[in-house]
């Protein structure tokens, strides 16, 4: 278990290593989060981090929603997101899973211009494709909201798992 003083004795290379992935192949977050220092507990951290992300322009929340991979379809992925994907069996879909999965993020990108995005941890394929199904359904305020809703979910669960 990590405590308040060991990441808060870390110099910005190894925060940066640590918690650099947290929001999607986007360290700005964490080098915000680093430069904030000193953090008052475990939970300041997080909750840094988080209104760091809430914060951020319209423009910079798509990009990073842009950094996620798309779903069961991703050739390059970070080691977080081949962990996730793995855990909901996202690597293990039938032929016609596939096919629907790379269908649904062809037409949802083309939709909304980022990747459908969900946190995955918990969910099995037939959850996340039947929230897919649905979600690409939506206009583009309420899916951009979800996706950024979703990156936090996903940041968060990523925390948890840094600093149990």
């Keep these: 278990m990590r405590t308040i003083d060991n990441i808060n004795d870390l110099n910005k290379s190894d925060f940066l ?7 999607e192949k986007t360290e700005s977050v964490a080098l915000e989060a680093f430069e904030s220092k000193p ?3 475990l939970e300041d951290i997080v909750l840094k981090m988080l209104n760091i992300y809430e914060n951020y322009e319209k423009n910079k929340i798509l990009e990073i ?3 996620h991979p798309e779903l069961a379809v991703a050739k390059k992925m970070t080691s977080e997101s081949i962990s996730e994907q793995a855990s909901a069996k996202l690597n293990q879909c039938s032929n016609d899973e596939y096919e629907e999965f790379k269908r649904l993020n062809t037409d949802y990108k083309k939709k909304f211009g980022f990747p459908f995005i969900i ?5 099995n394929k037939d959850e996340i494709l039947n929230n897919f199904r649905n979600r690409i359904q939506n206009n583009f305020e309420i899916e951009f909201e979800e996706a950024k809703n979703q990156v936090k979910k996903i940041a968060s669960l ?7």
């Design 65 to 67: 929603l842009n950094a």
């Design 17 to 23: 290593s640590i918690f650099g992935n947290v929001f």
């Design 39 to 41: 953090f008052k507990n």
């Design 119 to 123: 946190a995955v941890k918990g969910k």
């Design 158 to 164: 990523r925390l948890e798992g840094i600093l149990k």
